[in-house]
């Protein structure tokens, strides 16, 4: 009777003995990994808009506060988005009969709103309150990263849980004065974090229904 | 020379027991040719039992997918009732399996050398019925495809399991268990399915049963290290018995809950495992015998064995039952006493609680008898009638605690849905199914250690040569 295996076979199952071994660790490291990196996280992609609205020229160029145009943020759990009437004030003159406009001019007469595409999106079952986070120190940019150099914004956290319960967990370093809440590029000052969380009343909140209610 | 020296076996299993573990000593090559037939023919009895095995699995597949698109809404359990049909399976099922580990490890380690010849059953039914325990919980969770957060890893939560929770507690057990059982009867089938590879009457099959045999060619040397592994592996396993189902205890006992919070639960529920579980050992066991005609390896010796460690099991059980109700009586607390003395033996579920005392505490009480500890038809119906009191009890645990509990105005009446019967009966399906292909693929017998004993067996070599 010959031989039931070939000589080589011996070979073929140590390297699958290997190839087993490298999956079972392999996939499960790889899809570890693979979470954490902007293509899960759907961080830096430009978000296309209805109007090619440039954050540099109005953060960086004309030095607007954020605020003027996302009013709601420091009162309200949405930042808001702002309603095509208060473009108006300025572009009544400037720029006012330009192309890229036109979609805005369209709104303001019609009356009827801009369809925006959602940047930061929080699942469902996550509570977030633009205001608690605004009154107590924590700046827009501290998630929202440099908005005053996005062409198109886009989604500069993780927003994984990780990302939110390591800020919980430690708020101090992460806190500004109120002053400087809408700066863009703030260099953090060690010392002034716990003063900051002291003075705002910030403490750590990790329980689950902090954010889960 | 090995490094597990063992002392020659007793075989009379105690004095006055004259049966002997196996009869007519046949050779080498006959027990070979028994336990492997039924792998290279089929029988259509085979057939007829596989395809309504298969069907039973339509139907689990079925309700699976029902359940799983739907929701655990199709269920019948709601608030208080959270834990019903679901839970209750699975603890049966999980038990279940504790007798297949009882057999290969813990008797192992005893020097039971009547175990060699329904090991592989018992250790097949374990992995069976680990895959049929694991379904339960993971189809509870509700969003089942998520069951990877129960493992504590690295996750982009940053949050860990609560590892104060039992159930994560579950997990790791469950699938130590499953490891484990899983390593030791691959192990012990190497040196059969080498038998398997040298018998097959076709060049695939050959190189198939050669695929898994990993080139066993039973050397010395191999012989050495395969036992030693065995024992290590059995060592291994022996202390699951016990803690397994000691974990999935902790899941109630740890709860505050009037008939969960019990410090005897764990030896409660690992002695009911193994109970149900050799049940299930003979349920499965008595049809293969006379099937395959094993008579002359499974003998009345193996029979009288089982039925005397059920006997065992069941005295100790009605034991627990005692003492259980006693205590509730005893801590003189309200709502403890309302459960025991009241809500079980005469609340909505009382049928159930006396059926299932009656069939757990009378059934063994027939093993009394050395003639029914034989009788195959006596074995066979008491085997099922425990588990189906089984079954019952962890429904009596798990339900009646819950649906009447201290806060009167939840009491809740628990009725279960047709998905809830669709996927307890499926789970059966898939059981047999997975079991009849274990008896068509691999052999059902450990054949190299029933040689071994036959030779052991021989008073000395002139007396009785071998014939192999």
Redesign the interface.
Same mark, same amino acid.
Do not use: Y
């Given at each position: 009777m010959p031989a039931?295996?070939p000589h080589w076979t011996n070979t073929l199952?140590r390297a699958t003995l290997i190839a087993v071994l490298c999956t079972l660790v392999g996939v !499960?490291v790889a899809l570890?990994a693979w +979470?954490?990196t902007p293509n899960a996280t759907r961080q830096y992609e430009p978000v296309a808009q209805p109007v090619a609205f440039d954050h540099r020229i109005h953060v960086t160029g004309q030095r607007i506060d954020c605020r003027y145009c996302h009013y709601s943020a420091e009162r309200s759990s949405y930042a808001g988005i702002p309603p095509t009437s208060v473009c108006v004030p300025c572009h009544s003159t400037a720029w006012m009969s330009s192309d890229v406009l036109a979609p805005v001019r369209q709104s303001v007469s019609s009356g009827r709103p801009l369809r925006w595409n959602r940047v930061d999106a929080l699942p469902g079952f996550v509570y977030f309150n633009h205001a608690i986070h605004v009154n107590k120190g924590v700046g827009c940019e501290s998630c929202h990263g440099r908005v005053d150099r996005m062409a198109q914004v886009y989604q500069a956290a !993780?927003l994984?849980?990780?990302w939110c +319960?390591?800020c919980h967990r430690n708020p101090a370093p992460h806190l500004r004065p109120l002053s400087a809440i809408t700066t863009m590029g703030y260099v953090s000052q060690r010392e002034l974090g716990p003063q900051l969380a002291q003075k705002y009343h910030v403490r750590s909140l990790t329980t689950c229904t902090t954010c889960h209610r | 020379m090995s490094a597990v020296a063992r002392p020659a076996p007793s075989l009379a299993l105690a004095e006055g027991d004259d049966w002997p573990v196996m009869r007519g000593a046949p050779n080498d090559a006959a027990i070979t040719d028994m336990v492997l037939a039924p792998l290279w023919h089929t029988r259509r009895i085979w057939w007829i039992l596989f395809a309504i095995s298969a069907l039973g699995t339509l139907l689990l597949l079925a309700t699976v997918a029902y359940t799983v698109t739907v929701g655990i809404g199709t269920w019948g359990n709601n608030i208080p009732v959270a834990w019903a049909f679901a839970i209750t399976s699975f603890v049966w099922w999980i038990g279940i399996g504790h007798a297949g580990t009882f057999i290969s490890a813990f008797l192992l380690l005893l020097n039971q050398r009547w175990r060699g010849s329904i090991n592989r059953v018992a250790e097949a039914m374990t992995i069976f019925a680990l895959v049929n325990a694991a379904l339960f919980p993971l189809l509870h969770l509700g969003r089942p495809w998520f069951f990877y957060w129960l493992i504590p890893y690295p996750a982009t939560m940053n949050v860990w399991p609560n590892f104060k929770s039992a159930l994560p507690w579950d997990v790791a057990a469950v699938t130590t268990y499953f490891t484990v059982s899983l390593l030791f009867w691959y192990l012990g089938l190497v040196p059969d399915l080498a038998s398997a590879r040298d018998s097959a009457p076709s060049r695939l099959r050959r190189r198939v049963y050669g695929l898994f045999a990993m080139g066993w060619r039973g050397s010395g040397f191999q012989w050495q290290r395969f036992n030693v592994a065995y024992v290590l592996l059995a060592a291994l396993a022996t202390p699951l018995v016990i803690s397994v189902h000691s974990v999935v205890s902790l899941d109630f006992s740890i709860a505050q809950l009037p008939g969960w919070h019990s410090t005897i639960f764990p030896p409660y529920f690992v002695v009911g495992a193994i109970y149900s579980g050799l049940a299930m050992v003979l349920v499965l066991l008595l049809p293969l015998r006379r099937a395959f005609r094993l008579y002359d390896i499974v003998t009345e010796a193996h029979l009288n064995a089982i039925a005397k460690l059920m006997l065992a099991m069941g005295l100790m059980l009605a034991y627990s039952y005692v003492i259980e109700t006693f205590m509730s009586w005893y801590s003189a607390n309200a709502a403890e006493r309302y459960t025991y003395l009241a809500s079980r033996p005469f609340g909505p579920y009382a049928v159930v609680y006396w059926i299932m005392t009656g069939l757990n505490v009378l059934s063994p009480q027939l093993f009394w008898s050395r003639r029914l500890r034989t009788n195959g038809t006596a074995l066979f119906l008491a085997s099922i009638v425990i588990l189906a009191g089984m079954w019952m009890e962890r429904f009596v645990i798990i339900v009646t605690s819950l649906n009447r509990d201290f806060l009167t105005s939840s009491w809740h009446i628990y009725i279960p849905t047709w998905v809830d019967w669709g996927i307890l009966a499926g789970s059966f399906g898939l059981f047999g199914m997975l079991f009849l292909l274990f008896l068509k693929f691999v052999p059902s017998v450990a054949m190299s250690e029933v040689k071994e004993l036959r030779i052991e067996m021989r008073k000395t070599p002139e007396q009785e040569p071998l014939r192999a």
């Open positions: 039931l295996f199952a !499960p570890m +979470v954490r !993780p994984t849980m990780s +319960v390591n | -």
